[in-house]
């Protein structure tokens, strides 16, 4: 039986646990009481603290009774993260905390399946919470009061957020299309090709696009990891010269990591390689200040990659196709990577992009499983789209 995880600090947040267990246990959902409090409590719990802290590597010795608050909850919320991807009977997790409370809960929702119902009513809801969504699709709602014993606001907004929880695991989301799913990346300078490619494959495949802006390509890896993936065409890899060269939109060290660990077909390019993003043009670093900059609008400036950034770029992207099990086609676009690199255009450099092109065929050491193809033509040409759906229908047979 599939139940709802109620989870919080018991030690401090003892009322606001029983009030949503109350509510939960009302309508007659199955549920469980999980405390991920660091100091002692009375607070009868399914989980209590020591049961969750026992799945710490080094034991609930490393989680509970610590003078340094800081080292307890960082513990702690390794410990529920342990705990609560090894159980196999949830069907959803609400969770409230304060600052150490969320910390401790969202590390271990974000480790969850993308769709599985996940809600936080959290003190800090209304602030800045990519930290602890990350790229998962849990559900932060403001506490609007402090959740230090319960109020008239409190228990409005409690119960608003256990019925929301109850809905979700009464009413699951019925998969809308059978089709298998594959990822595509995207910006706005790849938008012709990935838009064709899409075309392509809409009858047999359901395509989910992702927007190159670092969370979309880590959403797409996190699919990719968690099995909900069966290709991808990444045709915009520019998220890479973004971690390289202190970018905006980076999605960080492990870019094409999930696609190594997975050995999920994949296909890939070079998309907006040739540029690195920044916020306005005041927020460019002084040191690149002297560089080719492109105002995209107000708030986004593009700054060209150099030869020697796209040889740099060339080497990253090559070592991780290498550590790729599965089948992989990588194909190379002579004429241009990007709406900015034709011939008249603001990023056109034919000796930066070949850079970028012969480093990638000195590293990547070519099988019949993993190839590089340099076609002569523009990354937005419709043939080069074609080729892209060509390979892959290639490789995933």
């Known amino acids: 039986m599939k139940r709802i995880y109620i989870v919080g600090t018991a030690d401090t947040k003892r009322e606001e646990l029983d009030f949503l267990k109350s509510v939960i246990e009302a309508s007659g959902m199955a549920h469980a009481l999980v405390d991920v409090g660091t100091q002692p409590s009375t607070v009868e719990a399914e989980f209590p603290a020591s049961s969750v802290a026992a799945h710490h590597p080094r034991g609930p010795n490393a989680v509970l009774g610590l003078s340094d608050r800081g080292t307890a909850v960082a513990a702690m ?36 399946a993308v769709g599985l119902p996940k809600l936080m009513v959290s003190t800090l809801a209304s602030g800045d919470v990519g930290p602890y969504v990350g790229v998962s699709d849990i559900v932060m709602v403001p506490s609007v009061t402090d959740l230090a014993g319960l109020n008239r606001i409190s228990r409005l907004v409690l119960q608003n957020a256990a019925h929301a929880i109850i809905g979700m695991v009464r009413y699951p989301v019925v998969e809308a299309s059978g089709k298998p799913p594959i990822g595509l990346t995207m910006f706005g300078v790849t938008t012709p090709c990935v838009t064709h490619v899409s075309e392509l494959l809409r009858e ?70 040739d540029m690195v993003n920044f916020w306005a043009i005041d927020t460019v670093p002084e040191h690149y200040r002297g560089r080719l900059l492109y105002k995209h609008n107000p708030n986004i400036t593009l700054m060209r990659t150099t030869a020697e950034e796209n040889r740099a770029l060339g080497v990253f992207i090559g070592e991780k196709l290498n550590a790729c099990a599965g089948p992989v086609r990588f194909l190379i676009p002579e004429r241009g990577i990007s709406a900015l690199d034709t011939p008249g255009g603001a990023f056109h450099d034919p000796e930066a992009d070949a850079a970028l092109f012969d480093a990638l065929e000195a590293t990547v050491n070519q099988t019949a499983r993993r190839r590089i193809v340099r076609l002569p033509l523009h990354i937005n040409d419709p043939d080069f789209a074609d080729a892209l759906v060509r390979h892959f229908h290639d490789i995933k047979d």
Do not use: W
């Open 77 to 112: 919320a390794e410990a529920f993260t342990r705990f609560i991807i090894s159980r196999n009977d949830i069907g959803g997790v609400i969770g409230i905390g304060g600052g150490g409370g969320t910390s401790i809960i969202t590390a271990g929702m974000r480790e969850l």
């Open 204 to 273: 047999a495949h359901d395509c989910l696009v992702f927007h190159a802006t670092g969370t979309g390509g880590r959403a797409m890896e996190k699919l990719v990891d968690s099995g909900m993936l069966v290709g991808v065409i990444d045709v915009t890899t520019t998220e890479i010269a973004d971690h390289l060269f202190g970018g905006v939109l980076s999605a960080g060290a492990d870019r094409l990591g999930a696609i190594a660990r997975s050995g999920i077909p994949y296909v890939g390019s070079v998309g907006a390689l």
